[in-house]
């Protein structure tokens, strides 16, 4: 069992340690926001497509300072580009909780705060991950990639749920008082730091379109790197089925039209089954061959989405046994995905160079964060045209398909493999 449990290896270092503390406390008040901003445009609008509209305020600018966050990252000391990403979110939060307290009842401030607010953690998100290879030794960021992961899920639960059970005391204004708050343990963090400096020569990496533009390039000449990412799109744009979940929670599972617990454990069963493969990720440092583990892992992620539709399909409007296979099979989902976005962090942390790892990091977010919202849009696009159980488990049968697809068109990808040398 020990050898099964989460290696915390990387925890002995201190900085490490601190960011990751300071990760708990960040990620859950970040999720309160998150769970905050469409409750808040809601009752402002009274329209869902306002709601909807904050996605589009949220991707723009995770694409825009995403890319860019990353050349910044390798062209200036990234530890002090930290400190300025996270006071950056300190203060948007801030101002989030401002125009609440105030009352000022208007739904283009909150989505424009919401802009700046996404578009300092595009700036926070990559610039991170490239410091940690500079904190921790490389055979360690396989077991730190598994750490961070649990605590980005951990609070994907915690938040939510807290915010739900605050809110019958304080009003949404604290909610975002509590997200500033907790950003500045962030800004804490990041100040013991030590000096991270470009480590290419002086003035070559750039700071305008140019440097993200030799970012691409860099990716379009790496086999390995880019394959990363082409996995990832397939698997989150074909098989990430949550625009399902409200629909599914109705119809499949008899749950309220306004969604109710049915709903909640719908949203909950992947972050619940990431955290517990988190807890149990001791093995994936022992892994040298990790471009199969991310195909693997890949594999059963589409596996457990045809899984999931299928039980949708069976449960002919009854939260019964069914209901308790799909949520089986997205937890299930859900610790597989964190196999692979552990895998997939930890080949891009090592098949790249220090002078490119920020705006290779900084494409990393700008994939993470599209795939999903792409993934709303297809699934729901496809679920009006053949129903739910079709959408979802024809996605999950596509990945499949897709997968060996990418293994036949980069065989390079499957081979790659962690020197055993490295510590």
């Known amino acids: 069992m020990r050898g099964l449990l989460a290696d915390t290896t990387p925890l002995r270092t201190a900085d490490f340690r601190r960011l990751w503390l300071a990760g708990i406390v960040t990620v859950i008040g970040a999720n309160l926001t998150i769970f905050a901003v469409p409750v808040q445009l809601y009752a402002l609008t009274r329209s869902s497509a306002y709601v909807g509209l904050s996605g589009i305020f949220a991707l723009v600018p995770l694409i825009v300072f995403g890319l860019w966050g990353g050349a910044w990252a390798d062209a200036m000391d990234r530890r002090r580009l930290l400190i300025i990403a996270s006071a950056g979110l300190a203060v948007a939060s801030a101002l989030l909780w401002a125009q609440a307290a105030l009352d000022c009842a208007n739904a283009w401030v909150v989505l424009c705060l919401l802009a700046v607010q996404q578009a300092f953690y595009a700036v926070n998100s990559p610039t991170r991950a490239a410091a940690i290879p500079r904190i921790l030794p490389e055979g360690q960021l396989a077991a730190a990639n598994a750490l961070n992961m649990t605590v980005m899920q951990f609070g994907a639960i915690v938040g939510p749920l807290l915010a739900g059970v605050l809110l019958r005391w304080v009003d949404l204004s604290t909610l975002y008082a509590i997200d500033a708050l907790t950003c500045l343990v962030g800004v804490w963090a990041t100040v013991r730091l030590a000096p991270m400096p470009p480590t290419g020569e002086p003035g070559g990496a750039g700071w305008g379109l140019g440097a993200v533009v030799d970012g691409f390039r860099y990716v379009a000449g790496h086999k390995v790197v880019l394959m990363s990412f082409v996995v990832d799109l397939v698997a989150m744009i074909f098989g990430m089925p949550r625009a399902l979940f409200p629909q599914m929670a109705h119809e499949s599972f008899g749950g309220p039209l306004e969604g109710g617990t049915t709903m909640a454990l719908l949203a909950a069963a992947m972050s619940a089954g990431a955290v517990a493969g988190g807890m149990f990720s001791g093995w994936l440092p022992r892994v040298r061959r ?18 999931f539709g299928l039980a949708g399909g069976a449960a002919d409007g009854r939260a019964g046994l069914f209901f308790w296979v799909a949520l089986g099979c997205l937890a299930l989902g859900g610790a597989a995905d964190m196999v692979s976005a552990a895998f997939r962090s930890t080949i891009l942390q090592q098949a790249v160079t220090d002078e490119v790892r920020g705006r290779l990091q900084g494409v990393f977010t700008v994939v993470v964060a599209g795939g999903p919202r792409l993934a709303d849009a297809v699934h729901g696009a496809a679920a009006a045209a053949v129903g739910t159980t079709v959408a979802a488990a024809g996605g999950g049968a596509l ?21 055993t040398s490295r510590t």
Do not use: K
């Open 399 to 419: 990945v499949v398909v897709g997968m060996v697809l990418c293994v036949l068109a980069a065989p390079a990808f499957v081979r790659y493999r962690v020197s």
């Open 290 to 307: 990790q471009g199969l583990a991310v195909v693997v892992a890949i594999v059963v992620w589409g596996i457990t989405m045809v899984g």
